[in-house]
């Protein structure tokens, strides 16, 4: 059922949800086109159709979002073009070669220790790959979005479990990706959709699904994970689960532009009603007067920020009550608070708490706990062994922020350098005199982090996120005509290659 949320009524059935029959019928679908996949050439033609199609259709769909998750028209366009650019990249990513990873070290009789015979190494796709859509990206983490184009660039067939939150959207772009195969030559089954909450369960245990992609909660993906790991042949579960992205201001940086941090940082917990997974959650700012002038500005700009509605009534329930909860915490004020607008609409706020309440276990524990929805919590610290100790209680997480002032960010060897040090262990992006929020698809971009922010190493944003879906093989003194075409020494497919330690790059 696709349901508005700006009003809480029912928008009409739009699909059914699939039984223990009808996701067996999928994945085996999913599966038969395995070999239709294999050719690299047809593969960058889909994601391209793929990325053409949703273009095209870009009005229905946006407005289809639109309805189902009141994200608004501007933030879904822009989410669009983000999804239609991730598909393109991977076309590229395809075409170049380099994803394969292709190692030759041809036979030495005079190697040492042992002669070395003729080894010859690339990567394969996995296999059928299921994919949970996301609550808060409906386009850029849902059907068509980065998990989906990543797997199809991969070699591997989707299966996705769409969102209760967007199902007529997920039928949309659903279609559009089928036709945009068929287009090309291509199996439509190399996607396939099913809906329900049975129907993910049942995915992530078919005997046919090689890998899964999750994103979501830290309840629902760690019970996927433990069923991938559970079956009789565990599966890889890349999930992104959850995320308080820590910002640490230093007591230089306060003192140099309070004002503009301050306002930045509304922006920042309040975009996207707080519904992003790199959401500032957490910001250690300094006692004194500077921090007291950052607070004011936080201040300001948190109130004029207009309500909102959440994705739907079960997370705004989840918000409120976790406000709730926080507020209600020794020493925990709320300068602006947080609360509904409306029956269906909320406000967004913020909570203040002395740095020392978070340094030791006890209930203010919550307070380290993502609280999805618009909400932050700064903690007011009084020196930098008080920072230590609160980052030293974190967990995993997707992003770290640090502000500093000028001279900071040129003290090669100063306290700013340990800080950001110290950071890599904690997460997988740390971010300089900016914001969290907002992920570019590129090259270098990395989306993830330790546990609980995600269930692997890899990223699940930018080209690297094809590495997910793949293994590698070798092949020992395999006669050439035997070959796969990447390991042929002629190098039919003009790939990027190390052949006997020497990087070749063709054209070069």
């Not at 992205?245 to 940086?253: G, I, K, L, R």
């Not at 969290?436 to 590129?442: D, Y």
Request: net charge negative; charged share 20%.
């Amino acid at each position: 059922m696709s349901v508005d949320p700006r009003t809480g009524e029912p928008r009409g059935q739009v699909a059914t949800e699939a039984d223990t029959e009808a996701v067996d019928a999928a994945v085996r679908a999913a599966a038969d086109t395995l070999p239709a996949l294999a050719d690299p050439a047809a593969r960058t033609a889909l994601l391209r159709a793929a990325a053409d199609a949703l273009e095209s259709a870009g009005d229905e769909v946006v407005a289809a979002a639109d309805a189902e998750t009141a994200l608004g028209p501007s933030r879904l366009t822009g989410e669009l073009a983000r999804t239609s650019h991730q598909l393109r990249a991977f076309a590229d990513v395809v075409e170049e070669g380099a994803y394969l990873d292709v190692v030759i070290d041809h036979a030495d009789p005079e190697a040492g220790p042992v002669p070395r015979p003729d080894l010859r190494r690339y990567k394969v796709p996995l296999g059928v790959v299921a994919v949970f859509s996301a609550s808060n990206f409906p386009l850029a983490f849902g059907v068509p979005g980065g998990d989906t184009a990543s797997a199809l660039a991969a070699g591997c067939p989707v299966v996705v479990k769409a969102h209760p939150d967007h199902p007529d959207t997920s039928e949309r772009c659903a279609a559009l990706l089928r036709r945009a195969a068929g287009s090309v030559g291509l199996p439509p089954d190399v996607v396939r959709l099913v809906h329900g909450f049975r129907a993910g369960t049942d995915v992530i245990s078919h005997p046919l699904v090689a890998a899964a992609g999750f994103t979501g909660s830290i309840a629902g993906g760690r019970a996927l994970y433990d069923a991938a790991a559970a079956r009789p042949r565990p599966i890889p579960f890349h999930g992104e689960l959850g995320s308080l992205n820590p910002v640490v201001v230093t007591e230089a940086a306060a003192a140099e532009r309070p004002e503009e941090i301050g306002t930045g940082l509304a922006g920042s917990f309040t975009l996207g009603a707080g519904q992003f997974c790199t959401k500032p959650g957490l910001v250690l700012a300094p006692v004194g007067e500077p921090g007291d002038r950052l607070v004011a500005a936080l201040t300001h700009a948190t109130t004029g920020t207009p309500p909102a509605v959440l994705l739907d009534a079960r997370l705004r329930e989840a918000f409120l009550r976790g406000v709730r909860r926080r507020a209600a915490l020794p020493d925990v004020q709320a300068p602006v608070t947080p609360h509904g607008d409306g029956p269906f609409a909320v406000r967004a706020g913020f909570l203040t708490v002395p740095a020392e309440r978070l340094t030791v276990p006890g209930p203010h524990h919550l307070l380290l706990e993502e609280c999805f929805g618009p909400v932050t919590v700064v903690a007011r610290y009084r020196d930098a062994a008080e920072v230590n100790a609160v980052l030293g209680r974190l967990p995993g997480n997707l992003t770290a922020t640090v502000h500093l002032a000028a001279a900071e960010a040129r003290q090669a060897d100063g306290p700013a350098a340990a800080l950001l040090a110290g950071l890599t262990a904690l997460v997988g992006r740390v971010v300089v005199n900016g914001w969290p929020t907002g992920v570019a698809v590129a090259p270098a971009q990395h989306h993830g982090g330790p546990y609980p922010a995600t269930t692997g190493t890899a990223s699940s944003v930018g080209d690297t996120a094809i590495e997910r879906w793949l293994r590698p093989v070798t092949y020992q003194d395999a006669p050439p005509a035997l070959l796969p075409a990447p390991l042929r020494d002629d190098n039919p497919l003009g790939l990027p290659r190390r052949v006997d330690g020497r990087l070749e790059l063709p054209g070069r």
